[in-house]
């Protein structure tokens, strides 16, 4: 049986149980798990100290499939890839909370994120998760896929123990990425990585997409009617539907991206 999302867009967001359930590798794929912070409609983050990515429409920086470049030290591992991330307008790593997917899902796979002085990192949108998709949580997609055609995500990076709240100098806001595509590199500095001992921890705070917007332009409104104010051009995913996106980082043990890949 086929069935089709008729959410109509919404700011109400549901709590989520948590569970796990990823992929990683370096270089390429798999899939990964868990949940959200609230931007409000179409919006972006005051708090983001700068480090919000604006791209023209449809903009992207490549499909993210080239190969690293070792540093000094010799590196011969490729920066790693950890996605696809499938996630819904309401997951959330537990009830209550606001983070969308944390990667202390990711179990022995966070030995990955140990690094000192370097971590740099980028997202890339993927086209939307076909029907019976399960999700970073487990659960399946149940509805056709809507066809939205990028992505704003915005995550943080901490050590354990730490919120993101404490430091928004460590968030970052990528977006509006077109699918398949690239984000700049948002480059961390050792000045500014958590002090820990433990890997670094990344959390995705939110997701926007641009199918909202569409919603409305597809039933005869403009963007500059009434009802789509706080919908176009991005806004948060609706509950119950699902988007997809991989996450790709360097630290002080691989490759980092080459100069070819733009910096934010």
């Given amino acids: 049986m086929t069935l089709t999302s008729c959410t109509q867009p919404t700011n109400s967001r549901a709590n989520y149980n948590n569970s796990n359930g990823n992929g990683w590798d370096n270089g390429n794929s798999g899939s990964g798990g868990n949940g959200g912070w609230d931007w409000g409609n179409g919006g972006s983050d005051s708090d983001d100290s700068g480090n919000n990515e604006q791209t023209d429409s449809g903009d992207g920086y490549g499909d993210g499939n080239e190969e690293g470049t070792a540093d000094g030290d010799g590196q011969t591992t490729n920066f790693y890839t950890v996605g696809t991330i499938v996630l ?22 966070q030995a990955m994120l140990y690094t000192d002085s370097r971590f740099n990192i980028r997202v890339r949108p993927r086209t939307a998760p076909t029907q ?14 809507q066809q939205y055609k990028k992505l704003r995500i915005k995550l943080c990076i901490r050590a354990q123990g730490e919120s993101c709240e404490s430091n928004m100098i460590r968030s970052v806001t990528f977006g509006d990425i077109a699918n398949e595509e690239v984000s700049k590199v948002k480059e961390f500095s ?21 199918w909202s917007c569409q919603f409305y332009l597809n039933q005869g409104y403009s963007q500059s009617s009434a009802e789509v104010n706080g919908y176009c ?27 070819s890949a733009p910096r934010m």
Wanted: proline letters at 6%.
């Fill in 88 to 109: 819904r307008g309401s997951s959330r790593v537990s009830s209550g909370s606001n983070v969308m997917w944390s990667s202390t899902s990711l179990g022995n796979g």
């Fill in 132 to 145: 019976g998709t399960t999700d970073a949580y487990g659960e399946k997609c149940h509805y056709n896929p």
């Fill in 190 to 210: 050792s000045y500014s990585l958590p002090t820990t001992t433990g890997p670094i921890i990344v959390d995705v705070l939110d997701v926007q997409w641009d």
């Fill in 233 to 259: 051009p991005m806004a948060r995913v609706w509950d119950n539907d699902c988007v997809g996106f991989d996450l790709q980082f360097s630290t002080d043990y691989t490759k980092d991206f080459p100069a």
